[in-house]
Each structure stands twice: as structure tokens, then as C-alpha cells.
């Protein structure tokens, strides 16, 4: 696959994931940023497919293409190799193909927002999309469930008294830096650790990206963490629960 398409400097560049369950709120998700980007930019949309049905495909593509301002780039994502991963309840191995970003994102991308299906976008994703970000690898916010790495996670090389004061972010929304991403191998560092810590690991994906990049471990990256990300709201919606707003 060619990687190295030419991108314009007024593209939002957006990752997401889901299969066929996540099929409508993945719509809406894309369609509210969509009709809330400023004028005169774009969304560069990376979906990575993990088995949405053609039918649901032909609805999506429809619905946003009213828009006019999306160009959706469509991944298919082969899950066997997540097999033997550990899952949630509500959230299948979907939740892993995030991390091979690397073997579908274009060479030349520089930055992209990834952003889970199940939100509702409620203000202009080019204002996040610029935030200044320096040489960290991601920028986020911290978790509402728990604001600090947990005591049990393993970080070898890490001391304790550094997990009790480093902040734990919820990989939800995501601000990504591509190159660092890329020279420190940062999708396959968590997938390793995943499979090295299944019996510990609480939210499989979000805890392996938290080690991972813990300053001092195993990625040796630098870790921003934002104060706030205003454009997206902190409505959700997952297929078994329905529509629900956490203040």
C-alpha cells in the first residue's frame, strides 16, 4: 500500500476504529465533527474496519458524504492476530487495531486525532488539531476514574513513588505524534506489554499505552498531559447502554 500521499495543511487528519456493532455511532461520531470543523478545512478520516457489514458501510458512506467535507479512508483489519489478547465485556479486539496505525496511516502524516466511536463531537476539531505539542509523543487528558498510574501495573525500571504521582490518562481521545510514534514503536511496545501483563491489565489497551509511555519506562518517550480537549464533550454511547452524559 502506497504510504506517502500528499496532505494539506488544512486537513484534520481522525483515526477510528469499530466493526459492525459500532457502525452508527461511528456515524454520528464523524458527522458531528464534520458539521463542526471551521470553514475551509477538511477531515482526513483513517477508519480501521474490523468487520462492518457492506450494508452498513453503504449507510455511513452515504450519511457523511452529505457533508462534503470528509475523505474517508477505509482499512480492513485482519483480528487474528489480537486472538490471544485479553477482552472486555462491552469491548471486543477491536480495541487493539488502534495500535497498528503505523501499517495504514500514511509516511508522511505528522499528527492525527484519534477519537473512540462512541462520541459526540461538539466543537471544532482543527482548534485541537493544532495544539502545540513539542517532541511528546501524545497528548491527553486525565482519566475520571483514576487520576494516577496503578500501584499493580509492572513498569520495570520504574520505582513505585513515580506511579503514585504520574498522571493516568484515559486513551478516549487521543492527540498523536507521529514521528516519535513511529521511532519508538509505540503500538507494538503496548501490544507486548498486553500480552506480558493479561492477568493484571484492568483496560487492556489504555493501561499498555500508560506504561508504555510512563517517563522513565519502557518507551523512553515524553508524555504531555493536556489540561483539557474543549471541542469534544464527554457525551457517550455504546450499542448496550444507550445514550448517556457523564458531567
Not at 486472538?83 to 487493539?96: A, W
Not at 483496560?203 to 499498555?208: H, I, K, S, T
Amino acid at each position: 500500500m502506497d504510504q506517502t500521499s500528499p496532505h494539506s495543511r488544512r486537513e484534520v487528519s481522525i483515526l477510528c476504529c469499530g466493526d459492525d456493532k459500532y457502525a452508527m455511532p461511528l456515524m454520528v461520531m464523524l458527522c458531528s465533527a464534520s458539521a463542526n470543523l471551521s470553514a475551509g478545512w477538511r477531515l482526513g478520516v483513517y477508519l480501521m474496519d474490523g468487520g462492518i457489514t457492506p450494508e452498513s458501510r453503504r449507510r455511513m458512506e452515504e450519511k457523511i458524504a452529505a457533508f462534503k467535507n470528509v475523505d474517508l479512508h477505509w482499512h480492513v483489519i485482519d483480528r487474528s492476530a489480537f486472538s490471544e489478547l485479553p477482552i472486555l465485556r462491552r469491548i471486543n479486539s477491536t480495541m487493539y487495531m488502534r495500535l497498528l496505525m503505523d501499517d495504514i496511516l500514511p509516511m508522511d502524516l505528522p499528527r492525527i486525532i484519534y477519537l473512540d466511536g462512541d462520541l459526540l463531537v461538539e466543537g471544532d476539531l482543527a482548534e485541537l488539531y493544532q495544539q502545540e505539542m513539542g517532541d511528546a509523543v501524545l497528548g491527553a487528558v486525565c482519566d475520571y476514574g483514576g487520576t494516577t498510574i496503578r500501584e499493580e501495573l509492572p513498569i520495570p525500571g520504574v520505582d513505585p513513588s513515580v506511579k503514585k504521582e504520574t498522571p493516568y490518562f484515559n486513551s478516549g481521545v487521543l492527540l498523536i505524534n507521529m514521528k516519535p510514534w513511529r521511532e519508538h514503536r509505540i503500538g507494538h511496545a503496548v501490544l507486548e506489554y498486553v500480552r506480558e501483563n493479561r492477568s493484571i491489565v484492568r483496560f487492556p489497551d489504555q493501561d499498555g499505552l500508560n506504561a508504555v509511555l510512563l517517563p522513565g519506562g519502557k518507551s523512553r518517550g515524553t508524555l504531555d498531559v493536556f489540561a483539557r480537549f474543549a471541542p469534544v464533550s464527554c457525551i457517550i454511547c455504546t450499542p448496550a447502554a444507550g445514550w448517556s452524559r457523564r458531567n
